[in-house]
């Protein structure tokens, strides 16, 4: 496996596949590997011939007060890991490497981070179209892998690809879980021993809501405002959960016969924020 945090030798080597006429999967992480970062990997190789994985923790999406200087970082670990799943190429930048002067542009979002966790993050959005973006002219893939855990996030880059004309495939793949439900995030490891047994509640509150919608259920807020009462009550607080539009990931106040909607949620437990969400077309 190729590791490196070269732009030129990055670069080099996918393009030296390309020339082989080999297929490039990506799979754009900041490490902390787990079973979630893991089913990427293999999605990306059902389709592609070679793997480039990265790992860089992006200081451009951590406002002020987040946990950028916290978050776990584990990398010979994840090289172990890596290497298991036979990855082509590990691409770790040093923030220098991404960031290399007083920056002079920025990338701006239209309606698609208002809502959800762009509400509450301002600037999180942007900072993770931007890196993308680089990535994505660095690597050159032809195929690029995420999780449908961070669906805003898959959203908002899918719309990116497509109005910055990227020449990527981009691929959502399923939410990985524990076997109690909990959606699989770096971030987990923050949790408590207590914590973590209670931690599960977002995912089943998700799915009271997906079973009252599919009842006939049509206008979700007294769902919502019952579910929130419920997690409070457990220690929880909201940051946010409601049904949203797939296509727009505005709210909604009745849900049509033929729509497709995303029942979603983000809550904040002990030090740790929980996001998880759940697709459902009627």
């Given at each position: 496996?190729?590791?490196?945090?070269?732009?030129?030798?990055?670069?080099?080597?996918?393009?030296?596949?390309?020339?082989?006429?080999?297929?490039?999967?990506?799979?754009?992480?900041?490490?902390?590997?787990?079973?979630g970062h893991l089913s990427l990997i293999r999605t990306a190789r059902k389709t592609t011939d070679r793997i480039v994985v990265s790992i860089f923790v992006n200081p451009q999406q951590f406002a002020p007060g987040e946990d950028y200087k916290e978050y776990p970082r584990?990398?010979?670990?994840?090289?172990?890991?890596?290497?298991?799943?036979?990855?082509?190429?590990?691409?770790?930048?040093?923030?220098?490497?991404?960031?290399?002067?007083?920056?002079?542009?920025?990338?701006?979002?239209?309606?698609?981070?208002?809502?959800?966790?762009?509400?509450?993050?301002?600037?999180?959005?942007?900072?993770?179209?931007?890196?993308?973006?680089?990535?994505?002219?660095?690597?050159?893939?032809?195929?690029?892998?995420f999780g449908q855990k961070d669906f805003q996030q898959f959203r908002i880059l899918s719309e990116m690809v497509r109005e910055f004309n990227h020449p990527v495939e981009i691929v959502m793949n399923p939410i990985e879980r524990a076997n109690d439900g909990l959606a699989l995030s770096?971030?987990?490891?923050?949790?408590?021993?207590?914590?973590?047994?209670?931690?599960?509640?977002?995912?089943?509150?998700?799915?009271?809501?997906?079973?009252?919608?599919?009842d006939g259920v049509d206008v979700p807020d007294q769902m919502i405002e019952h579910q929130e009462n419920e997690l409070q009550a457990k220690g929880f607080k909201i940051d946010y959960l409601?049904?949203?539009?797939?296509?727009?990931?505005?709210?909604?106040?009745?849900?049509?016969?033929?729509?497709?909607?995303?029942?979603?949620?983000?809550v904040i437990l002990g030090k740790t924020r929980l996001i998880d969400n759940i697709l459902i077309d009627l």
């Open positions: 496996m190729l590791v490196t945090g070269s732009i030129q030798e990055i670069r080099s080597a996918v393009r030296l596949w390309k020339r082989q006429k080999l297929r490039v999967g990506f799979v754009p992480t900041m490490g902390a590997l787990h079973e584990t990398m010979s670990a994840d090289l172990k890991l890596l290497r298991k799943l036979r990855v082509a190429a590990l691409f770790a930048p040093e923030d220098e490497v991404m960031y290399p002067s007083p920056p002079y542009f920025s990338i701006g979002i239209n309606t698609l981070h208002e809502q959800m966790c762009g509400a509450t993050r301002p600037g999180f959005f942007q900072g993770v179209t931007l890196v993308v973006n680089k990535l994505f002219n660095i690597i050159e893939p032809d195929v690029a892998v770096s971030r987990n490891s923050y949790l408590s021993n207590d914590e973590r047994l209670l931690a599960p509640s977002l995912y089943r509150s998700l799915q009271y809501m997906e079973k009252l919608i599919l409601g049904v949203f539009s797939r296509d727009t990931l505005q709210p909604v106040e009745r849900c049509d016969p033929d729509g497709s909607y995303v029942i979603a949620g983000a």
